[in-house]
């Protein structure tokens, strides 16, 4: 069992950053791969970024490169996303879930935990 909490969304203009944070409870947590999605309604929730089989293997979605950086403090049960440059395409509710299949962490069908969301506005 284990249980994810999304903080840390708000509303931010244009070109500024947040910084949001997961907090997981379970004795499992250092052992799930995480990563972050995000929807808007009447869209499908899309990959944002994800670590691979060790926090030095990351992955971003193409439109988030070089701006978002996801990162993690196992003593903490934390993973962080860190967006900076923020634009109105990246309003939308995040999640962060844990993966428990070796597959590809791009594909959130390998995910079986996931938070409840946190919201992110950016105005312009």
């Known amino acids: 069992q284990v249980q994810l909490i999304e903080s840390g969304g708000g509303l931010v203009q244009a070109g500024g950053s947040l910084r949001l944070s997961c907090v997981a409870s379970?004795?499992?947590?250092?052992?799930?791969?995480m990563g972050w999605f995000r929807q808007t309604p009447g869209k499908e929730r899309e990959f944002v970024a994800a670590?691979?089989?060790?926090?030095?293997?990351?992955f971003y979605r193409d439109s988030v490169t070089g701006r978002f950086t996801i990162s993690r403090d196992n003593a903490k049960n934390t993973v962080y996303l860190q967006m900076n440059s923020l634009t109105s395409a990246d309003t939308a509710v995040y999640y962060c879930?844990?993966?428990?299949?070796?597959?590809?962490?791009?594909?959130?069908?390998?995910?079986?935990?996931w938070g409840q969301g946190t919201q992110v506005t950016v105005s312009s």
């Open positions: 879930a844990a993966r428990t299949a070796a597959n590809d962490p791009r594909d959130e069908g390998t995910y079986a935990y």
């Open positions: 379970g004795r499992t947590f250092n052992s799930l791969p």
């Open positions: 670590f691979g089989w060790n926090d030095g293997i990351k």
